[in-house]
C-alpha cells in the first residue's frame, strides 16, 4: 500500500529537486552570460565552418590604434544624416577595403587569401 506523504516531506522533496536542478541552471546562466560576453558564431561558407569571434578587450584597445582613422570615417558616415543608404555605406567599405579587410581577418581564423576567395554574397554575409 503506498504510503501519503506528509506536507513537511513532500516539502522536503520539492528542496532536493531544486538542490539537484540548481547547478544545471547555474551553467545555463553562465553560459548565457558568455554569450553575451563573447558572442562568437559559426558560419558555412561554402563546405567550410568559419567562427566569427567578437574582439576581446585587449584586443580590440590594439585594432582601434591602427585603424582609428577607418573608424573615424565610418563614425562620421553614420552620423552625418539621419537615413544613412545602404549604397553609401557599400561604397565607403568599398573604397576602404583595405582596412575592412584588416578588422574582417582579426575576427576570424582564416588566412588572407581566404577572403580573396569569397563571393559577394559569402563577403555580405561575414558582416552581419
Do not use: C, H
Not at 569569397?118 to 552581419?128: A, D, F, I, N
Amino acid at each position: 500500500m503506498a504510503k501519503t506523504l506528509t506536507d513537511d516531506e513532500l516539502a522536503q522533496l520539492e528542496r532536493q529537486e531544486q538542490a539537484q536542478n540548481q547547478p544545471q541552471s547555474q551553467n545555463d546562466e553562465l553560459a548565457q552570460e558568455l554569450d553575451i560576453l563573447f558572442p562568437n558564431q559559426s558560419l558555412l561558407i561554402g563546405d567550410k565552418t568559419i567562427k566569427i569571434k567578437e574582439y576581446a578587450f585587449v584586443e580590440w584597445l590594439n585594432l582601434r590604434q591602427t585603424y582609428a582613422p577607418f573608424i573615424a570615417k565610418f563614425t562620421t558616415l553614420m552620423t552625418a544624416n539621419d537615413d544613412v543608404l545602404v549604397d553609401d555605406v557599400l561604397a565607403f567599405f568599398e573604397d576602404e577595403f583595405a582596412d575592412l579587410k584588416g578588422l574582417l581577418l582579426a575576427s576570424i581564423d582564416e588566412p588572407a587569401d581566404f577572403l580573396d576567395s569569397l563571393t559577394l554574397t559569402e563577403m555580405e554575409s561575414l558582416m552581419p
